[in-house]
C-alpha cells in the first residue's frame, strides 16, 4: 500500500482509526473486528477507514507500516554509518514504541498465533530489514569499523534482543524496580545497551 502524504500522515482522524486498529486487533482475533467497531473507538465515520485505507486489510497494513517504516528508513540512512549510531538507533527504537507498546505484543501475536492476515506482509518488512542490515553489516565491514567475521543475522538478533525486551516486559520492570521507563531511563538505557552492542561488534586484536 502506497503511504500517504505528509499531511494526511498526520491528520488526528487517521492516527486515532491506527490506534483504535491496534487495540482492536490486540485484544481480538482479526476476523471478529469490524471495522464498523474500529470506527466507533475511534470516534469516526466509518467512510474515513474506505477513505484512507480502503478497507480493513489495507487498515491493517498501514497500521504496521506507520510504526515500521520510520525504523526501517534508517537503515537506508546514515544514522549507522558508524556504531555509534546503534545508540541514537536503539533511542528511536524507544522512543517510537513508547509511543504504540502494544505494537511489539501483536507482531509476535501474529507471527507466533497466525492471527490475522499479517503474517506474510511482517515477513516480508522483516526480510526488506534483514536485508538493509547485511548490507550496512558488510558497509561497517568494508570501512574497518567492526570485525570481519561478524554474521550479520547474529548481528540482527542481538539488537533486536536489546531493542525489543525492554518494551516487551516494560509492565514486569516497572514493578520490580518500582520505577517508570520514562523518556530519561530510556536514554539512559539506549546509551549503555549502544555501547554494549558498539563494543560487542569493535575489531579484535589481530584483525
Known amino acids: ?16 482509526l491506527i490506534k483504535a486498529a491496534l487495540d482492536s486487533f490486540l485484544s481480538d482475533e482479526y476476523h471478529k473486528v469490524t471495522t464498523r467497531q ?3 473507538k475511534a470516534d469516526a465515520n466509518i467512510s474515513m477507514i474506505r477513505y484512507y485505507f480502503g478497507n480493513k486489510e489495507g487498515l491493517y497494513e498501514e497500521m504496521i507500516c506507520d ?7 534508517v537503515l537506508d540512512g546514515q544514522m549507522l554509518d558508524s556504531v555509534i549510531g546503534f545508540k541514537d ?13 502494544e505494537f511489539p505484543k501483536l ?24 536485508t538493509r542490515g547485511a548490507r550496512k ?25 536489546l531493542a525489543m525486551m525492554p518494551i516487551l516486559l516494560k509492565d514486569i520492570f516497572e514493578e520490580q524496580m518500582g520505577r517508570t521507563m520514562d523518556t530519561a531511563f530510556l536514554e539512559k538505557l539506549a546509551a549503555f545497551n549502544g555501547h554494549l552492542f558498539a563494543t560487542g561488534l569493535a575489531p579484535t586484536k589481530t584483525e
Open 137 to 161: 553489516v558488510e558497509d561497517l565491514k568494508s570501512a574497518g569499523l567492526v570485525s570481519s567475521s561478524l554474521d550479520p543475522d547474529i548481528v540482527r538478533m542481538a539488537f533486536v534482543s
Open 38 to 40: 474500529i470506527a466507533e
Open 67 to 73: 510504526t515500521m517504516n520510520p525504523l526501517l528508513k
Open 107 to 130: 507482531i509476535i501475536k501474529i507471527l507466533a498465533l497466525n492471527q490475522g492476515p499479517g503474517r506474510r506482509f511482517i515477513q516480508q518488512l522483516l526480510e526488506r530489514g534483514r
Open 1 to 16: 500500500m502506497i503511504s500517504p502524504p505528509e499531511e494526511i500522515a498526520l491528520d488526528p482522524v487517521r492516527e486515532r
Open 89 to 101: 538507533f536503539l533511542h528511536l527504537y524507544y522512543d517510537t514504541m513508547s509511543k504504540r507498546p
